[in-house]
């Protein structure tokens, strides 16, 4: 059974300041791995997708890797900003998609 | 585009009371998937849905949920009868389906459930 874990729980950091978030999972035979964003009230928005067969993807000021056979994943942000203040949601996607518990992330202005 | 649709946004009931929850997919999406995030852990997916057939609810509590996917497009969430523990935000996604296990899933607003 595939388990998915993110550390930290929550983070709170200045603005400005870089961050990441890390993403570790039990089960290596994954189709991909996403990052999804998640505002209160709200949905999920899917961030960065990385397939089984890639390293990494960038976005703008996010950066995900994958590391595949050690079974991490983590989410680099840049320069944060204040509205990047969100729970940040590592998934896996097997024969369905796993998600962990997410990393709540507090950016002080 | 118009994104994932869902209804009603909040919801409280007594237990042992039922409820039921409205998805209408992207246009044109085959797959829709019903997920379940109880506060402070990560979405558990219910039930996926390919057109109007059930591809996996192996992890729903079928004594309690039912779901249906009329016509392969709008799909409806039923709770018969709702216990405490059933309080949770009902995320509703969708993908374009078919073979491609890499393609990305887009999610609604949710419904936010409250069981007293």
């Known amino acids: 059974k595939q388990e998915v874990t993110q550390i930290p729980a929550a983070l709170s950091v200045p603005e400005g300041e870089n961050l990441v978030l890390n993403c570790s999972f039990t089960?290596?035979?994954?189709?991909?791995l996403q990052w999804f964003r998640q505002d209160p009230g709200k949905g999920l928005t899917s961030l960065l997708l990385?397939?089984?067969?890639?390293r990494e993807q960038t976005s703008g000021r996010l950066n995900a890797s994958l590391d595949k056979s050690s079974g991490r994943s983590t989410l680099y942000i840049a320069a944060s900003q204040p509205g990047d203040s969100a729970t940040y949601l590592c998934?896996?996607?097997?024969?369905?998609?796993?998600f962990g518990a997410g990393t709540i992330l507090r950016v002080k202005s | 585009e118009a994104g994932v649709a869902q209804s009603p946004r909040y919801k409280i009931i007594e237990k042992r009371q039922s409820v039921a929850f409205w998805c209408n997919p992207i246009?044109?999406?085959?797959?829709l998937y019903w997920y379940q995030q109880i506060l402070g852990q990560g979405p558990k997916l219910l039930i996926q849905?390919?057109?109007?057939?059930?591809?996996?609810d192996s992890q729903l509590p079928k004594d309690r949920f039912s779901a249906e996917r009329l016509k392969g497009v709008d799909s409806t969430l039923k709770i018969q009868p709702a216990k405490l523990e059933d309080s949770a935000v009902y995320l509703c996604?969708?993908?374009?389906?078919?073979?491609?296990?890499?393609?990305?899933?887009?999610f609604g607003p949710g419904t936010r459930l409250l069981v007293l």
């Open positions: 996604a969708s993908s374009p389906g078919g073979a491609n296990f890499g393609e990305t899933q887009y």
């Open positions: 089960d290596s035979a994954i189709y991909n």
């Open positions: 990385i397939q089984s067969s890639q």
């Open positions: 998934a896996v996607k097997g024969n369905k998609l796993v």
């Open positions: 246009s044109g999406h085959a797959t």
């Open positions: 849905f390919q057109n109007n057939g059930v591809v996996d």
